[in-house]
């Protein structure tokens, strides 16, 4: 069945950088985007960007732009969301889920990012 | 960009009772050439990721009780729960995948009354 599994909890310091991992498996992994959602605590589904496993394209949420990079290696079927210079905001729940045209699904498990001092 | 806004925020309903949930999109997610509303909803619980219920607009996935409903076409969507069960307690969001970048309504959180 298609899986994705991501990295575990993380904990940064104000400024630093988070890279979560995705790792998909089930289907044929170039054939479909990855999708990054994020939920803060208290706060609602926040979508962040998509990346096209077989050409490298990306988009990005205009909020994000200049701080997120969402890259994969296809060898290893395993997807990346790295995001920079971290405030207490970013402080969420980061999903990966695959889907292009068509609805997000099935979704990863979830990576708590923390940042805090 | 495609904004899409629900309502209301939160609702509490008495169990066996219908519950409703509207979405409005900023722009038209029905693709013409293939007759489709790109619109999709997702019951959150806390702890877990968002499961899909409905694709298409009104497609019921796999395994979702038949209590869950989709309604609506172009810019109005409904989300219909019949007859709320108490597993039903949970955030419920619409989606846009009809064009970047992909935009989330704002949840509504639905409760026991």
């Known amino acids: 069945q298609v899986q994705l599994v991501q990295s575990g909890t993380e904990v940064k310091k104000p400024g630093a950088s988070v890279k979560v991992s995705c790792k998909a498996s089930?289907?044929?992994?170039?054939?479909?985007?990855i999708n990054w959602v994020r939920q803060a605590t208290g706060q609602g589904l926040e979508w962040m960007g998509w990346m096209n496993p077989n050409t490298g394209e990306t988009v990005y949420a205009q909020k994000f732009q200049g701080r997120l990079s969402l890259t994969r290696d296809t060898s290893i079927t395993t997807a990346y969301m790295e995001l920079t210079s971290l405030t207490y905001e970013d402080t969420a729940v980061y999903f990966c889920a695959k889907g292009s045209g068509q609805p997000i699904d099935p979704w990863g498990q979830g990576t708590v990012v923390t940042v805090s001092s | 960009d495609i904004v899409v806004t629900q309502s209301p925020e939160s609702l509490a309903v008495s169990l066996g009772e219908r519950a409703t949930i509207n979405c409005k999109s900023s722009q038209n997610v029905l693709y013409s050439s293939n007759n489709k509303n790109y619109l999709s909803w997702y019951q959150k619980k806390p702890g877990q990721p968002p499961k899909l219920l409905i694709s298409w607009a009104s497609t019921r996935e796999s395994g979702v009780p038949d209590r869950f409903s989709g309604s609506g076409s172009g810019t109005d969507f409904t989300l219909t729960i019949s007859s709320l069960q108490a597993e039903d307690v949970a955030v419920y969001y619409c989606?846009?995948?009809?064009?970047?970048?992909?935009?989330f309504g704002q949840g509504t959180k639905v409760e026991i009354k």
């Open positions: 089930g289907y044929t992994f170039i054939s479909d985007d």
């Open positions: 989606l846009q995948y009809y064009s970047s970048p992909r935009a």
